[in-house]
């Protein structure tokens, strides 16, 4: 029997291999299969199962969990004994024979004295340890957004090595096999794309190399406002001059990532690790590390500040229109004090605009902070969340005596993501955007939380008109006022709109509101970005949920009277519906609530029905 955590969790004998259901004691053996042979803290595990909402029963439910685990171990003629209670927490034993996790970090280890043929073998051996997406039925939020960044890196670590060996062997074209699909999922990694281009100019295809070049350069400036690296921009230089590349050998190997590795002892045993102990109650990764202001100059991992740099100072946002008053109040609140350690949180629904108002109000205070403006976006372009590690590398630290700057952490996942990069250095001013209101953060950091509601219908129709010129809006007025509406006044819907009537010039407005209200939800997309697209957005939002809170919404969003909902009106099927309601409030998909009643934005609500009756007409599985 061996466990296989490079894909979905599952236990495997032989050929057979069964893939264990989404459940709480999955979850758990995640967990403690991410540390293998290590203590993990009770602490730990509970944030695992439940992340910030622990009911009040969690440690005994935490032993039940086990006690579960260890029966679904039995069915499967697996010790229980596997799973060791221990002071502190539990401890998982698992060798390169029981858990692929450990073969694969054996094989990417490079023994001294090998040979680069030996080690392509090898590496090559531990990429197809993976398979399928990863932990895809394991529905830990804290798991997928703080353990699974650093497995994808160590992934990436050995492909790119990988990809270094055969290009100094001269296997250009399995390179650009190897590289097609991963330099488009993985866009802020230089080196993948450096690897791309000289296999396509060593195997001639010199007007491919220098495209593929281009776009690389087009989408590091429009996205972050810089060029490419020294490597880029030097094999650019030789494929114009057609220079001849020369033949290679292979770089020397970099250490891969060791994050959630165990440690060794002189005798070769694992050296003991508390993941999670209780004096470090908030990890932010398989093994946290501490983050203060003197660290970020030290401990920032080499590999993800050359991978993407610190943004440049926002510009202002193309478009902007309207919310004047809340504008306003964050530069107030921002400057007060001269903007010293001051801290605002602007939370809100997915796609309501909390992005747009940080970067244009960061843009219009500019001035205000010698010291500069940074931005750092706290999610990849797939989903994925940052670690507080790969944040911290890139809040590079302020020139000296620069005086005070403004720091934008945008699209925060939770609160343990951003605080231990608190207080800010240098006293700087902090403007977070989250679909979370963070009070945790508050709590304990200060501030002040800027709850963003839908677009008032003047300011759509300004948006609208901003966007696609007074002319053609002043033309269609009726229309306009009738596609703002059937936006929800949402910004994300009303730029996706407005995007898809740039496209087509002789697209009239009633035209386009037409056609997008015979299914608003699944029509306002555009296939080329899921950052605009409201079912990708909004499904995301969706997805971090725990199932039952997801459902529950879905439940809610058909159900709910004129988008007002009450405990009542949760059904007992879903949990404790104050909890429930809650955590739904949390996620930005609930506003208000008590001691009034909640309430769910007219869009969100169009958007549960839809999802509600799409899911409802899929043919049902059929078992196997």
């Not at 690389?216 to 001059?241: C, S």
């Not at 109650?281 to 993407?308: F, N, S």
């Not at 129709?461 to 059937?486: D, F, I, K, N, V």
Request: hydrophobic share 45%; charged share 25%; glycine share 8%.
């Amino acid at each position: 029997m061996r466990f296989q955590l490079l894909g979905p969790l599952s236990i495997a004998n032989g050929d057979e291999t069964a893939v264990l259901k989404p459940s709480k004691p999955t979850s758990l053996l995640a967990a403690l299969l991410l540390h293998p042979n290590s203590v993990v803290s009770t602490g730990y595990l509970l944030r695992a199962l439940w992340d910030e909402e622990q009911p009040a029963t969690a440690r005994a439910a935490l032993q039940t969990c086990v006690l579960r685990l260890r029966r679904i171990f039995a069915k499967y003629g697996i010790d229980g004994a596997t799973i060791e209670s221990v002071p502190g927490g539990y401890r998982m034993h698992a060798s390169d024979r029981t858990l692929d996790l450990v073969r694969f970090r054996a094989l990417a280890d490079t023994p001294a004295g090998e040979d680069a043929e030996g080690e392509l073998y090898r590496l090559k051996e531990a990429l197809a340890l993976w398979h399928g997406p990863l932990l895809a039925n394991v529905a830990s939020r804290m798991l997928h957004r703080d353990a699974l960044p650093g497995l994808v890196e160590e992934r990436l670590g050995v492909l790119e090595r990988v990809c270094d060996l055969e290009l100094a062997a001269g296997q250009c074209r399995q390179v650009l096999v190897d590289l097609w699909d991963t330099v488009r999922d993985h866009p802020g990694r230089e080196r993948f794309a450096e690897q791309l281009i000289e296999a396509l100019y060593r195997t001639g295809r010199q007007a491919e190399a220098l495209a593929e070049y281009r776009a690389v350069k087009e989408r590091l400036h429009d996205e972050l406002g810089i060029d490419p690296g020294p490597g880029l921009q030097r094999l650019e230089l030789a494929i114009l001059r057609a220079e001849d590349l020369g033949p290679l050998s292979p770089a020397p190997r970099a250490a891969l990532p060791a994050q959630g590795r165990p440690q060794l002892t002189a005798a070769g045993a694992p050296l003991t690790a508390v993941v999670g102990a209780p004096e470090e109650p908030a990890p932010t990764g398989p093994a946290r590390v501490a983050v203060t202001a003197t660290a970020l100059a030290v401990q920032a991992p080499r590999t993800v500040t050359a991978e993407v740099p610190a943004a440049p100072a926002p510009r202002a946002v193309p478009g902007f229109t309207g919310r004047v008053r809340e504008r306003a109040e964050l530069a107030r609140r921002l400057l007060a004090d001269g903007g010293e350690g001051a801290l605002v949180v602007v939370s809100g629904a997915p796609g309501i605009g909390k992005t747009a108002l940080a970067l244009q109000t960061a843009h219009e205070v500019r001035d205000s902070f010698p010291g500069g403006v940074t931005v750092v976006t706290m999610s990849r372009p797939d989903g994925s969340v940052l670690t507080s590690e790969e944040a911290a590398a890139r809040l590079r630290p302020a020139e000296p005596d620069a005086g005070r700057r403004l720091l934008v952490l945008d699209d925060v996942a939770s609160g343990w993501q951003v605080r231990p990069l608190l207080p800010a250095p240098e006293g700087a001013a902090v403007l977070l955007t989250s679909r979370r209101g963070l009070a945790a953060v508050v709590a304990t950091h200060g501030g002040a939380v800027h709850r963003l509601d839908v677009l008032p219908a003047a300011d759509s129709r300004s948006l609208l008109a901003a966007l696609l010129g007074e002319e053609r809006t002043a033309a269609e007025p009726r229309a306009t006022a009738e596609l703002a509406e059937l936006c929800g006044h949402f910004p994300l819907a009303l730029r996706i709109a407005a995007a898809r009537l740039l496209t087509r010039p002789g697209l009239t407005v009633e035209a386009c509101l037409d056609w997008l209200a015979g299914n608003p939800p699944a029509r306002l997309t555009l296939a080329e970005d899921p950052r605009l697209s409201v079912p990708a957005v909004l499904g995301q939002a969706l997805d971090a949920l725990d199932p039952e809170a997801g459902a529950a919404f879905l439940h809610l969003g058909a159900e709910a009277d004129g988008g007002i909902v009450h405990p009542a009106d949760v059904p007992e099927r879903f949990g404790d519906a104050e909890t429930v309601l809650e955590q739904l409030a949390e996620a930005g998909l609930l506003e208000d609530g008590p001691p009034g009643p909640y309430r769910m934005h007219s869009f969100l609500q169009l958007y549960a029905r839809w999802h509600h009756r799409t899911k409802s007409a899929e043919p049902a599985a059929v078992p196997h």
